[in-house]
C-alpha cells in the first residue's frame, strides 16, 4: 500500500464525500500558488509549489497563481517575473493566474456589506491605543471608544477613507467580533489600513488596503480554491479564515496548515535575503550561494533535484529542520545519471613526458557518461606536456598516497600509465613542471601484461588546454541556524567569509570551448552541467566571455562536510 500523507487523505475524504452529489462544493480540486511578490522565490517556495502543483496532478485537479499583492510599499513588477520564470523553470503550470488586488473592488463591496450588517466599524484609535486594548491572552481586551458607531456612520467613514479623506494611520476597518474572545485573532481584527502609497498594478487608485487576514481567504474562495494549503504558522487564523467566509456566505474554501521547510545553513526569510542583496554580501538574487531558485539554477541545479528533494523530505505536520546535505545529495544523485563526463585541472601543474614524441598529438576516446552508454565516447587530445592536479603530485610521499610520486606508476585516465622521474623547482623550491616516462604499451589505460596501478589522474594537453575561471563555494553561513543570533549580533555575524573562492587559470579539455549557458524552450537561461572527473559537478557561468570562460562548481563528488563534521 502506497503511504499517504495527511493532505492526501484529506483531499481524497473530500473528493470521496462529494462523488455523485451535484450540489457539493466541488468535484475537483483546485490550489493556489499565494506569493506575496517583494522578493525572489526560495527553496522553501519551491517546498509549497511542489505541494500545491504536485497534489492538484495527482488528483487530476489544477493549481491558481496567485499575486498576493496586497502591500504596495515593498512590492514590484521584477518580482512578479521572476516568480513566474522560477515556477515554470521548476516544471510546473498554473491554470489562471490572478492578483488579490484584482479583487479590490469585490473585497470592498463586501467590507461594506458587513459594515451594513453591524460586523464591522471604523476605528480611529492609534496604532498604539489598538495593541494596548487588545488584552492578553490571559486578560480581555477593551471595546473601542468608537465601537459602538451606527452603521451609517461606518458607510460614510469608510467611504471617505476610500476617497483619501485621511491620513495614513489616523482610521483603520476592524471586523466586530469580540475583545474577550480566548482566539486573539478574534479581538476585532483589522480589515483595512490606510496607506497613501503607488501600487505596481492599481497606481494610485487605492489608500485603503485589505489585510492579509480579510484578503486571502476571499481571494481563495472568488477563485473557488478548495484546499488553501499554507505554512503552521497560520493554524491560528484558520478560525477567522472561516469566520469571514461564513459570515459572507461565499464558497466554502478551506485552509489546512504542513510543516514550512527549514535547511541548516540558510536563512529563508525575503527580508533577509533582500537585506543580503541590497548590502552587497552576494552579487545579486541569482548569487550561486543563495539559497533562492534562482541561485540554485545558476549554481548548476535541477528542477528535478530540487522536486526530488521536496518528494522525498515529504510533508510535515510538525517543524524539523532538513540537513542541507539532502539537497545536495539529490543534485548529485540526478547529475550523475545525466552530466557528461569531462577533464578539467583546477590547480594545474606541468606534467613532460620525456620519452614521448616531441609536437604529436593523438586523439584518445574518453567515455562521456558511465551511467549512460547512450552518450558514447569524444576525442581527447593528448602530447607530450599535460596538467595535472598540483594535489595529484608529491615527491615524497607517505605509504597510502595513491597518486603520483617520484619512482612510483600511475594510469592517466584514458591514456597511458606514467612513472615520475625528477622535478624542476624555482628559487623558492615550488615545483615548476614534473617530468616522467610512459609505457607506449599502456595506450588506453591498460597494461598489456596485467599490471596494475593504484592511481588514475586526470589531465589535459597543455597545447589544447582552454584557460577558465572557476568559482568554488562553500556554504553562504558558517553556522548551522544562522538566524540565531547572540544579543547584539545579527544573522549577517553568521556568514562563512570563506563562501566563495575564485581559481583564475584553470586548464579545461577542449571540448568545454563551447560550453555555455543556454536558453530552454520557455526562454530561461540555464546553465550547461558537467561533472568534472574527480573534481565535482561544475556549470557554466552567465558571466562567461568569449575568450574568459566562467565556471561555477555545483557540489563536489561525495559530501565533504560529513567528514569534517564527523
Ligand atoms: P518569507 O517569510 O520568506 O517572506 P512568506 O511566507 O512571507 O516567506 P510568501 O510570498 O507569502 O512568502 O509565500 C508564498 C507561499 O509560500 C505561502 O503559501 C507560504 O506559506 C509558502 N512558503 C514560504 N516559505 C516557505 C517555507 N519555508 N516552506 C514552505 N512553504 C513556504
Ligand atoms: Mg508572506
Redesign the pocket.
Known sequence: MEDKNFLEEIIEEGLAANAGRPDAPYQSILTR????PN?YL?I??A??ICLNFGLAKKYGGATNLRF?DTNPVKEDTEYVESIQQDIRWLGFQWKDIHYASDYFDQLYEWAKELISRGLAYVDDQTQEEIRMNRGTVTEAGKNSPYRDRTPEENLDLFERMKNGEFADGSKVLRAKIDMAHPNMQFRDPIMYRILHADHHRTGTKWCIYPMYDYAHGQSDSIERITHSI??LEFDIHRPLYDWFIEQLGIFPSHQYEFA???INYTV????KLLQLVKEHYVSGWDDPRMPTICGFRRRGYTPESIRNFCEDIGVAKRDNIIDFVRLENSLRDHLNKVAPRRMAVLNPVKLVIDNYPEGETEFLDAVNNPENAADGCRRVPFGRELFIEREDFMEEAPKKYFRLTLGREVRLRYAYFVTAQRVEKDSEGNITCIHCTYDPATRGGDAPDGRKVKGTLHWVSAAHAIDAEVRMFDRLFATEAPDEAPEGKSFLDNLNPDSLRVLEGCKLEPSLKEACNTVNADGIEEPQRFQFERMGYFCTDRDSTPGHPVFNRSCSLKDSWAKINA
Open positions: 500558488f499565494p506569493p506575496e522578493g526560495h522553501g517556495h517546498k509549497s498576493d499554507c505554512t514550512r521547510l527549514n529563508m526569510s525575503k527580508r
